[in-house]
């Protein structure tokens, strides 16, 4: 009996030691599965976030490209549609004018309705519109869907943004993000001619459209499972803000339209004046419209923020004269030098490649120094590069006339492109990321439209008064365009000291 007591009670301290293995055993697997689904989750974010970012750039490369793709395919548009002159000017027009048209309430549509349903909305639009004007058979089906297409651009843009402010919310990775994404920004405005060349030489100016296709459907389908559906701001009829949408539309359209008439009336005509006024009229109206609402498209009270107001003009300024700069090189390579699409498609890529290498020294040193020293720098480099390529002689070559203003002009639009995004976003809330990123899209296209059709008409008067013959009096007018460019993007350097010294990134998180 004594010897079974003592077995069992040797046996008893044994029992607890077991259970308390057995217990720590499953602490340590229930801990390690726990932090390997953290991991997992964590690794799923970082990946999520990646894919989201590629989602977004892409669909801003294939709307910016949609700004330059079509200009070196204008001469085989041109000659297949029997488009005219003023025609050919509308074909990039079309885009310009529906774009900057509806930007102000693309942007704020992500913040009202949510950023998935505007985004699929924008690109599906774009693609559809992509592939009608593909189809096009006469010069007024073509512009009319450059026109749709422009719209559903200035759906799709700002949701781009919206996305990765949303999306990314450290500082730092926002930063990071937003440079990316103005790389591909940058170097889709550049791409679009060597895109365009190669499209318009191997197999038809048809497939400078028809090339969105295939890009939009892969990024609906990437789309769909992976942008999380966020709540909008509950915007019904009564909280969406259609006088002001209807009015600032409607405005930006006839100050815009009225500007891009000057290639076929003098700026004194009632055909320019009078939609450039009643534009202007409708503005008035709609910052009256926006001073009264208490659920405003655009409240008046975010331009006390400077850096978004500096960085507005600026960007209309930058806008005004980098466009006119992609639409005149085209014109002289073809039209002066004599180069085929392909070739003058393939004369972009240096550029392409220093608005990169731009953007990558200037997202580096934002967080460093901010965005206005790279606002006042970027600027000025573009502007010599300008200013040294309005030269344009009739007899002149590639190497020695093009290639080197070209790499420094597009070098210093790298450095300004991140510092405009980051100094436009800079103290909004996260919930008016749309909007920030509407204001700025809608300056920097209002600012191209405008600019390309005033520096069309410096352009025309300076061929007029030239002596010489048809190449020399079309180079003189190039030229002419280009000086105008320098002065434009010079003055968005000046505006660029207004800006405050340390703007970040940094939006709040309200």
Request: glycine share 12%.
């Amino acid at each position: 009996m004594s010897q079974t007591t003592d077995r069992v009670a040797d046996q008893i301290p044994e029992m607890p030691a077991s259970v308390a293995d057995a217990a720590d055993a499953a602490d340590a697997a229930t801990a390690a599965t726990a932090v390997t689904t953290t991991a997992t989750r964590a690794a799923g974010r970082v990946g999520n976030k990646t894919a989201l970012l590629v989602i977004a750039c892409v669909a801003q490369f294939m709307v910016v490209l949609d700004v330059s793709i079509v200009n070196v395919a204008l001469p085989a548009m041109r000659n297949s549609l029997g488009l005219s002159g003023t025609g050919v000017q509308w074909v990039v027009n079309a885009y310009a004018l529906g774009f900057a048209g509806l930007l102000l309430f693309g942007g704020r549509a992500a913040d009202l309705f949510g950023a998935k349903p505007v985004f699929l909305t924008g690109l599906i639009g774009f693609t559809a519109a992509s592939l009608a004007g593909g189809m096009a058979d006469t010069g007024g089906l073509l512009i009319a869907a450059r026109s749709v297409q422009g719209l559903a651009g200035a759906v799709l843009a700002p949701a781009t943004m919206t996305l990765i402010m949303t999306t990314f919310l450290d500082p730092r990775e926002r930063t990071r993000a937003l440079g990316v994404w103005s790389a591909t920004m940058a170097a889709g405005g550049a791409m679009g001619a060597v895109v365009g060349g190669m499209l318009t030489q191997w197999a038809s100016w048809r497939w400078v459209l028809f090339v969105n296709v295939p890009i939009g459907a892969a990024l609906v389908l990437a789309a769909v499972p992976l942008i999380a559906r966020t709540r909008g701001r509950g915007a019904t009829l009564r909280t969406l803000d259609l006088p002001g949408a209807i009015t600032v539309t409607l405005g930006l359209t006839g100050v815009v339209y009225g500007v891009v008439t000057t290639d076929t009336h003098s700026w004194g005509s009632a055909a320019v004046l009078a939609p450039i006024a009643a534009g202007v009229a409708l503005l008035a109206l709609f910052v009256l419209i926006e001073a009264r609402s208490a659920h405003a498209l655009v409240p008046l009270r975010v331009f006390r923020n400077r850096s978004l107001a500096v960085a507005d003009l600026a960007a209309l300024l930058i806008g005004a004269g980098m466009f006119a700069m992609w639409f005149y090189v085209s014109l002289y390579l073809q039209q002066v030098l004599g180069f085929e699409a392909l070739k003058a498609g393939f004369s972009f890529l240096p550029g392409s490649a220093m608005i990169v290498a731009g953007t990558m020294v200037a997202t580096r040193l934002l967080g460093r120094i901010g965005p206005r020293p790279l606002l006042l720098v970027g600027p000025l480099v573009a502007a010599i590069g300008l200013a040294w390529l309005s030269r344009f002689p009739a007899d002149g070559g590639y190497s020695a006339d093009v290639l080197g203003p070209l790499m420094l002009l597009t070098f210093g639009m790298g450095l300004a492109m991140t510092p405009l995004a980051v100094a436009g976003t800079a103290g909004m809330p996260r919930h008016e990321a749309g909007l920030a990123s509407g204001l700025i899209n809608t300056s920097r296209q209002v600012g191209g439209a405008v600019g390309l059709a005033a520096l069309s008409t410096v352009a025309t008067h300076v061929a007029a008064g030239h002596g010489g013959g048809a190449k020399a009096s079309m180079a003189a007018g190039f030229g002419g365009a280009m000086l105008g460019a320098a002065a434009l993007l010079a003055a968005a350097a000046v505006v660029a000291t207004l800006l405050p010294r340390r703007a970040t990134a940094a939006a709040e998180t309200k």
